[in-house]
């Protein structure tokens, strides 16, 4: 490592109600990977965007190369040399890879020009990309080369990567992880934020521990255990999650030949999906995103109509039931995208709590809402899953992502689901909240309820499933027993390699 390179020296911001960083003070050297971590709210994202230039601080300064920092807008963090991958792609599926990479720039070059550096960068990085490809068709790892040749073609001497890892299979991190090394042998800085510990113990050299807005230390990840760094994160111990041993029960849902279109022109459509869900069984389906999660929670819920007998339900064909008939029944989901999916955004905890537990919470009589009851059940959500938030009568929007998805989890959970269908059930949330989600959903199939989990993250499915299979372009591997799966096998069942060429790995 190098020169010191960013110096954060007490940095602070308040909104109303809350402190999001209190003084906060570290540095950043030249070809260092410093890893910034801490719980949800903690003020993670809040810093990032005062050091790129997107908020304001109230106090406290920043110098970069020992020369005064005080972005006004991204633009200027730019033209300093700090660049930034978020953790939601910002592209247009319509637009090819050079015209998304163009978009970004103050003054593109011509589109030829620029397709062949593109080329040149993407492939010296092990990025390869063609730029002549429509960004729509691309998957979701593909998608994150995008933005990070975006920002390499600006040539950054800090690059701040939030959660780079969500949406990629195993190879495609070893992938990514060369490419920062190279960075950094190179001199440039990586301000690296993930809530996967054993990845920051891989990769970063630095970690500064953020805790309710405050520096609360540092360490080494190498020399420091993932527990003890979630320890230092949450101030305190936390339990692991613990399954009870279950045996699973009889079926409660089939599905048999499920083949869908997507509604989306950039969607995945569904191919011949068959799998079963026993009564106490917690079934893991994996995959890059992008390989039809969001087309198989919306057949399951009942928000795209299927043949009617392609799912069953306790042996009862549901495909033409709408979602409130399957939530009557018994059959409960919580999607990927929180705010405007899960949750309305401007409405309440209160009022989002009864749209999808109206029925089954018993929250309307005769037509008449019972209020006091609906907001009774929020404070129970709340409550029992730690959400942090002044009151049900909060906005969802109010809610860092974190937070608000433990909200949405502990919504559906709470409503005692006979199946219950999660998509990422703890993207974005730190490590003691994912172990409580984790844990309440062992707790749900360990009474009898049969869980479906999508997610992306793998250390997440191996640790609370009994079977696992993985999604690649819409069809579904053949279903395995999670135990003894090795991280080769299920890399090359989310890549499309199914059956024996699986087992001859």
């Known amino acids: 490592m190098g020169a010191e390179l960013l110096n954060i020296s007490g940095l602070s911001k308040a909104y109303p109600g809350v402190i999001a960083n209190d003084t906060v003070s570290f540095s950043i050297r030249e070809g260092e990977v410093h890893a910034l971590l801490g719980e949800n709210g903690a003020g993670k994202s809040t810093l990032v965007k005062m050091i790129y230039g997107l908020v304001k601080p109230d106090s406290g300064t920043m110098a970069l190369r020992g020369q005064p920092f005080a972005p006004s807008e991204p633009r200027a963090a730019r033209a300093s040399g700090v660049a930034m991958v978020f953790q939601h792609f910002s592209l247009f599926d319509a637009l090819s890879v050079a015209e998304n990479v163009a978009l970004g720039m103050e003054t593109p070059p011509r589109m030829r020009d620029l397709a062949h550096r593109i080329r040149e960068v993407s492939e010296s990085y092990g990025l390869p990309l063609d730029p002549y490809r429509i960004v729509g068709d691309l998957s979701a790892g593909e998608r994150q080369r995008v ?9 950054p001497r800090l690059l701040i990567m939030d959660e780079p890892t969500s949406v990629l299979t195993p190879q495609e991190v070893e992938i990514l992880f060369a490419t920062l090394r190279k960075l950094t042998s190179e001199g440039v800085a990586i301000l690296y934020i993930s809530h996967k510990l054993d990845e920051i113990r891989t ?34 111990a936390f ?25 989306g022109a950039f969607g995945t459509s569904l191919r011949n999906i068959h799998f079963t869900v026993r009564k106490g069984e917690i079934l893991g389906i994996g995959g890059v995103a992008g390989n039809g999660q969001d087309e198989l929670l919306a057949a399951l ?4 109509r299927s043949q009617a007998d392609a799912i069953t339900l306790d042996g009862r064909p549901i495909g033409r039931h709408g979602p409130a008939e399957r939530r009557a029944m018994g059959l409960l989901t919580a999607p990927e995208e929180r705010l405007g999916h899960a949750a309305a955004p401007d409405m309440t905890l209160t009022e989002n709590a009864l749209m999808t537990a109206a029925q089954r919470e018993g929250l309307v009589r005769h037509g008449f809402l019972r209020w006091a009851a609906a907001e009774g ?4 959500i709340i409550e029992a899953f730690d959400v942090r938030t002044p009151g049900p009568d909060n906005a969802a929007r109010s809610l860092s992502g974190g937070n608000l998805q433990k909200f949405v989890i502990g919504r559906e959970v709470l409503q005692r689901p006979d199946v219950l269908v999660v998509n990422q059930p703890t993207w974005g949330v730190d490590a003691a909240a994912a172990a409580a989600i984790r844990q309440a959903l062992l707790d749900l199939a360990a009474n009898g309820t049969a869980v479906l989990c999508i997610s992306q ?17 819409g069809r ?5 027993p999670a135990r003894g799966l090795t991280v080769e096998e299920i890399g090359l069942m989310m890549g499309g390699a199914h059956g024996m060429e699986v087992a001859h790995v």
């Open 203 to 236: 990769l970063c050299d630095h970690a500064t521990i953020l805790r309710l807005g405050r520096n609360v230390g540092t360490c080494v990840p190498s020399e420091t255990t993932a527990r003890e760094m979630a320890e230092m994160m949450v101030g305190s």
């Open 147 to 155: 933005e990070i040749i975006r920002c390499l073609l600006q040539d």
């Open 239 to 263: 339990e692991q999650p613990e399954s009870a041993g279950r045996d699973p029960g009889q079926v409660t849902l089939d599905v048999t030949g499920l083949s869908l279109a997507s509604p």
């Open 476 to 480: 579904l591997s053949e279903i395995r």
């Open 377 to 380: 059940f929020a404070r129970r």
């Open 457 to 473: 993250d793998l250390d997440e499915l191996m640790e609370i499933s009994d079977r696992f299979g993985a999604l690649n372009e």
């Open 301 to 304: 819920s009942g928000e795209i």
